[in-house]
């Protein structure tokens, strides 16, 4: 099997009905054994600094319900996080919050290269090539991207339940997730914010940027803290709540309200 | 031979040592048979409405001199545009100039999506791809896209023989076009000037749009009056001027000017 293969975004329902296109760049804690494990134990390998607990889980209840397409990674963003360009340090990262990462400690160019060829290059591409594609049927997609926080960070717990983010590259980029948060706000009793617990100035709107904003589509990013998201009945539990925000939300921005 | 590999990206030096890397988006006036010859006679199926002539001499000459990765197209834009999105009425133009396209001119959403996924997705694949490694391996990629254009425009004679264009997303985005034009001005007796004829507000810049704004990565479009490159002797003299033009103009920004 070839990398393009072995490490392809994984799609779901891309011929799907909705403008929703979803997207779980840390949806899997997969370490292939090309990279070993990179000097994690059992524990950590399994952590949240190796994937997004339930975030898959939720993604695909979201979709279901929405009708939407749904991509998302075969890889642990230990290997390589599709939400960062390849050079930035928290692609390949050395540390994440408490944890050391040895095999991320003494990577050189060419390890880096090798990693986004492998694994950062086939996902792009097809989550390219599937908005390209929607873009060309006239679907007008909109892009979500789905992802879970832990409830205790270097110690302190958070507050947030729902982190709603959106890039700051263009002046109105905010529309979509300034639409989700209130409808989260008058249909849920989550603890909503924006742009929490990360913002565009964290770096997390990278893929955002890859693939919504060149565009002009409307997209948001969703951050939901993992302890509500722990069991598979937590997830739908999730999803019904989350999928009438976001169709609510969808059709304010198309109704011009 | 799959559409991956017959519309793939032409990449020349992929390796080369420069950070610049050359685009030429409209290389090539092929007209692939599976679309037939879209109702158009000889003489217009090589006229510019079908590529930028001289744009690929240029982009080779000016890559041997700075030492520059290139990447080309290896289909005629009309059958679709690489620098317009696929929803665009310019991607597949029912009309251009004083040319109709009648190949074009009742053209289907599912129409739209095949010409995408054959010609569209591949070259941007490819280009991604080159520029994401290059990312990796810490080359700082710089890009620079190469276009010429006609002396005359619906009748009337442009004087403009060299056009810098930068995007327009990111305040600061027009760094490395200014460089460019004052490098120009200094080096050459061209009539330069910045984002002429064509500029962001045009749609010209939807590749760099997609390959350098998410990334940061300095960029200019050329544009070239294709009168000044209309032989191979002509194209070796152009890249002989604009060469150290470039080269000035990266310095320039390099070194904080």
């Known amino acids: 099997m070839t990398d393009q293969q072995a490490f392809a975004a994984r799609i779901e329902g891309a011929d799907a009905p909705s403008r929703y296109v979803l997207v779980c760049e840390h949806a899997s804690h ?17 952590a949240h600094i190796a994937w997004d607990p339930g975030a898959l889980g939720l993604a695909r209840g979201l979709a279901a319900r929405l009708g939407a397409a749904l991509v998302h990674a075969p890889v642990s963003r230990l290997v390589h996080d599709l939400n960062r360009a390849p050079d930035r340090p928290g692609a390949m990262p050395a540390r994440s919050e408490s944890y050391d990462i040895p095999g991320n400690a003494a990577i050189t160019p060419e390890d880096r290269a090798a990693r986004a060829d ?19 049927l006239g679907l007008q997609p909109v ?11 270097h110690g302190q717990p958070r507050a947030v339940e729902l982190g709603v983010i959106h ?3 263009r002046p109105g980029d905010d529309r979509l997730a300034r639409e989700v948060l209130a409808a989260a706000w008058a249909m849920t009793s989550l603890q909503s914010e924006l742009n929490a617990p990360y913002s565009a100035a964290d770096g997390v709107t990278h893929l955002l940027r890859l693939h919504a904003v060149p565009y002009g589509l409307p997209h948001v990013m969703l951050e ?7 069991t598979p009945e937590a997830e739908a539990a999730m999803a019904d709540l989350l ?13 011009g309200a």
């Open 30 to 46: 997969t370490l292939p054994a090309r990279w070993g494990n990179l000097g994690l134990d059992a524990a950590a390998q399994v």
């Open 118 to 136: 492998a694994v950062y290059t086939p996902f792009h591409a097809g989550l390219a090539a599937l908005i390209a594609r929607r873009i060309a």
């Open 143 to 153: 892009l979500v991207t789905v992802h879970s926080f832990t409830p205790v960070w």
């Open 167 to 169: 890039d700051d590259t």
């Open 224 to 230: 939901i803290r993992n302890d509500l998201i722990a």
């Open 243 to 255: 999928a009438p925000v976001l169709a609510r939300a969808l059709a304010a921005t198309e109704g």
